[in-house]
């Protein structure tokens, strides 16, 4: 998962507001950061591995100019944890372009034979985002401009949405022409966009744009692109009219902040629903459990834990205090960091588990290991019982679209049933929300979706041809073991 912005002013420097907005997307990605600017006559650029306050801890990284840019925080999906993967990545043929990319294209490899055999592109990664920006250059160069303009823009994009599969949000700067932006045909990775006054802003989540006093305008729309000109204007134009609009829901579980609005559902009342689902499960299945206290698991799962409460009737407490400099624990690279990170990261407030039957709550449970040594904390802490609720469904499959979840074979809930799960994470009870019961609590904000990209939960992929041997080798890239070698 990765975090993108991009911002047009009519005359003032946008690097500086590029850095507070990223700023606002940094839970999307907390392993590489960069911004690009234009200003008519220069590109300039600046990315390097870390957070956005140490990329750019110097005034020298955010003195680029121009009323153009556009920025990323990056996790790595594909490719590898290094600078330089780090994006926006830049090309100057056939002019010059600085794309940001949030998603993952399924069909990458064949892209870039296909591009190899034409002689015109040339890579120096292993990212997919490069594939992209190559893909996206050599159609423009196939339209054989003479003077370049928005036509020729979309018309490149129209085969660039031809070729892609797979979930992907864009925006880039093309000189000439002004920052495109644009969203695979079925939604799946949000993308926003705002205005205030005369300016314009692009974002993964609309969060960014009230952080930074921008009125929130509308989504793009699925297979949509979008260009704000150099003079700011905008234009629009659906590139891809064949679209299925499937958002990610696990945006609504776990990624996404809890005051974003993403396709006209508002993140943080799908998450009240997905509490009060869970507590009425709770309550139906689950009713004779002694339960004293029901406490959250920091931060995500706190508003549906507030809710599961209400429902039971039982008192809601705080019970572990959070590190905020520990990053999100499922997407680091090794187990024995994580199980450092999971003891460095929450402290366990002992008055309020010592001889309690306590219910913790937790957005999702992915390979199983922080909830376990979380419960292990709790018992070491004096609770009489600790049973545990997921306001997600079990996680089975890994995610092809843009989240970088584990390989299938670490995740706990692959191939084992809840009881075993039970076992294995150390709970006395383990409840699960059901699937249909998730759903609903995203579909009742925007009653026009009728279906989510679920795959995590389902195995069913919903855009590309994603094949047995595709899984196979996106399995092998996963594993611990590679991402350490």
């Known amino acids: ?106 069909n990458s490899e064949k892209i870039k ?126 590139c891809y009219k064949k679209s299925d609009h499937t958002p990610c829901l696990f945006e609504f579980v776990y990624f996404s902040r809890p005051d974003s609005t993403i396709d006209s559902i508002s993140v943080h009342k799908s998450r009240l629903r997905m509490g009060d689902y869970l507590g009425d499960k709770i309550l139906k299945e689950y009713g004779h459990l002694d339960i004293d206290v029901v406490i959250p698991i920091p931060d995500t799962s706190r508003t549906s834990a507030m809710q599961v409460a209400h429902k039971l009737d039982i008192k809601y407490r705080e019970g572990f205090i959070k590190n905020r400099y520990i990053g999100r624990t499922f997407i680091m690279p090794g187990q024995s960091i994580r199980k450092r990170s999971v003891a460095h990261k929450l402290s366990p407030i002992e008055i309020e588990f010592k001889n309690k039957n306590v219910l913790l709550v937790d957005d999702s449970i992915v390979r199983g290991n922080t909830s376990k040594k979380i419960i292990e904390m709790v018992r070491n802490n004096g609770a009489k019982k600790v049973f545990f609720a997921s306001a997600a469904p079990p996680i089975r499959y890994q995610n092809v679209y843009g989240i970088d979840m584990p390989a299938t074979k670490e995740l706990v809930a692959h191939n084992r049933t809840v009881k075993q799960v039970e076992r294995f994470i150390g709970a006395d009870t383990l409840i699960y929300q059901n699937l249909e019961d998730l759903k609903l609590s995203a579909h009742i904000g925007n009653k026009k979706i009728k279906r989510f990209e679920d795959s995590v939960f389902t195995g069913e992929y919903c855009a590309g041809s994603v094949t047995k041997d595709f899984l196979k080798h996106l399995e092998n890239s996963r594993i611990d073991s590679s991402k350490k070698q």
Not at 24 to 33: F, K, T, Y
Not at 41 to 59: A, D, I, R, Y
Not at 136 to 142: D, R
Not at 184 to 192: A, C, E, Q, W
């Open 1 to 106: 998962m990765c975090g993108i912005i991009g911002i047009y002013h009519k005359k003032e420097d946008v690097a500086g507001d590029i850095y507070d907005a990223l700023i606002q997307v940094q839970h999307r990605g907390q392993d590489a950061a960069g911004i690009a600017t234009w200003d008519k006559s220069k590109m300039s650029l600046h990315k390097e591995v870390g957070v956005v306050t140490e990329v750019f801890k110097t005034n020298e990284s955010l003195s680029l100019e121009g009323n153009i840019g556009v920025g990323h925080v990056r996790y790595p999906t594909a490719g590898c944890s290094d600078a330089s993967e780090a994006q926006p990545f830049y090309s100057a043929n056939p002019v010059n372009i600085s794309l940001a990319h949030n998603g993952t294209l399924t």
């Open 113 to 238: 034979a296909d591009l190899l055999k034409t002689h015109f592109c040339q890579f120096n990664t292993r990212s997919d985002s490069e594939v992209l920006l190559n893909l996206f250059s050599y159609e423009l160069y196939k339209t054989n401009f003479r003077t370049l303009n928005y036509s020729h823009v979309f018309s490149a994009l129209k085969n660039v949405y031809r070729q892609c599969e797979g979930g992907y949000a864009v925006a880039m700067i093309v000189a000439g022409v002004g920052i495109v932006a644009f969203r695979d045909p079925n939604g799946i990775r949000p993308l926003v966009i705002g205005k205030s006054g005369s300016s314009y802003m692009v974002a993964s989540e609309s969060a960014a744009l009230s952080a930074l006093g921008y009125s929130f305008e509308r989504d793009v729309k699925p297979g949509e692109a979008i260009i704000i000109s150099e003079s700011g204007e905008l234009l629009k134009k659906q």
